[in-house]
Every structure is written in C-alpha cells, then in structure tokens.
C-alpha cells in the first residue's frame, strides 16, 4: 500500500513567489497533519484536519499561511508571499482517527528554499 | 499543554554497544500514547516503538525497548547491539488518546555510531 505522497521533493523559489506544495494521505486514514522542521525551531505542527475539517491552525504562522484539504485524498498547503525565513522541510503525515495504533505516518517531506 | 524534552542533543555508542536515549514529557492526562520515531540523513521520518499508556509492560521491537515510568513521566529508548545503520535524529513524541490528538515531539537527539 503506498504511504503518504508529498509534491514537490524539493522546491527552490525567489521572495515573493507562491510556493503550494501538495499530500495524498494513505487511504482510510482520516486524519492529516502539516508540520515545519527547521534546525532552529525543530519539528512545529502547523495545522490539522480530522474528516477534512480543520481542527487547530494554531501554528500556521502568519497570513501568509494557508491550508486546505478539499476530500480525503488530498490537500495543499499553499505560502504567498514566501519569504527567505519560510524555508525549510515541510511533512505530511497522516493517521486513524482514533483505534489502538496512534501513530502517524509521515511523508518524505518537501524542502523548499526562498531565495 | 502537552510539552516532551530531550535533555540530550547528541549522543555517541561504539558499533555492537548499547545506548539510552532520554526523554520526559509532561501531560495531565491519562491515556496517551508515546512514541520514539527515527530521522536518517533521508530525512524521512519512520516509527521506530510505540507504548500505550495503559499498558505497564515496556515495548520491545527486536534490538529497541523502552523503559517507561509512568509516574515519573520518562520514556527512555535503549538500542542494543548498535549497528551503523542506527545512526540517525531520534525524537521523542507525545500523542493524546483521545481521538485527533496531534503528535507533540521533543528536541531531538542526534545519535552517531563508531565503527
């Protein structure tokens, strides 16, 4: 079964630009989080939906910030205007609601850099 | 809030040695679960044990246990029989049972084998 699918790898863009990048949960899992790793900040959870509904958007940010996850299978996390301090790897992972596992299941992550 | 610390940055173990790594959390809640999750330099994130809780027994998974004091709020990870491969971020992570819950992770520790 394929696990959670992140676009882009890797993305390099200049101030100012859109960056949107892209998460297919694992099927049947009805929860889906974005994090942000940063060596200064560590991992940050950013938002979270639960039956694509958002739950805590506590962490995103700024406005500039902006998530969406329109069905089950899909959703994007979109940053305008980027800036340089925005660069870093950003995770999806996704997980059951609830049940005896727990844990989540993260992508490979997209590494974006704002020149 | 739910807030989980690695008091340890690195730490170093010879090839075929064992090593604990630590971590403590602190929750007002009673059922959650922990975690410790595995970052190699590909940066993806792979679960590595899991402990409920609820369950007094500590979690083994081939050459990784735990020690779980509950009361003390510790959840350490041994490595037994180090191996190269072992060598990655390790972090610490704190997940309530109850159903959404986000994943809350420590520092990090970065661990490094020697041959």
């Known amino acids: 079964d394929a696990g959670v699918i992140q676009s882009p790898r890797h993305e390099v863009t200049e101030m100012g630009q859109e960056v949107t990048l892209r998460c297919k949960p694992i099927s049947g899992h009805n929860s889906l989080f974005w994090y942000r790793q940063t060596m200064m900040r560590g991992l940050e959870l950013l938002i979270y939906f639960n039956n694509n509904v958002p739950i805590d958007d506590s962490g995103m940010p700024e406005d500039r910030f902006s998530a969406k996850m329109p069905n089950a299978s899909f959703s994007t996390l979109k940053i305008q205007p980027s800036e340089p301090r925005d660069s870093a790897v950003y995770f999806c992972a996704s997980s059951v609601l609830a049940g005896a596992i727990g844990e989540l299941f993260f992508g490979e992550g997209s590494r974006l850099t704002v020149l | 809030a739910q807030t989980v610390t690695q008091s340890q940055p690195e730490m170093s173990v010879q090839e075929a040695e064992t090593v604990t790594l630590s971590c403590t959390y602190d929750?007002?809640?009673?059922?959650?679960?922990l975690f410790w999750y595995k970052q190699p330099p590909s940066r993806q994130m792979i679960l590595v044990i899991r402990q409920e809780a609820y369950k007094q027994q500590n979690a083994t998974e081939n050459r990784f246990s735990v020690n779980f004091q509950k009361a003390a709020k510790s959840f350490s990870l041994k490595i037994s029989d180090s191996q190269l491969g072992d060598a990655a971020m390790y972090f610490c992570?704190?997940?309530?049972?109850?159903?959404?819950?986000?994943?809350?992770f420590g520092q990090g520790t970065e661990l490094s084998v020697k041959p």
């Open positions: 929750t007002s809640e009673s059922d959650y679960y």
């Open positions: 992570a704190y997940r309530s049972y109850n159903q959404g819950g986000k994943l809350i």
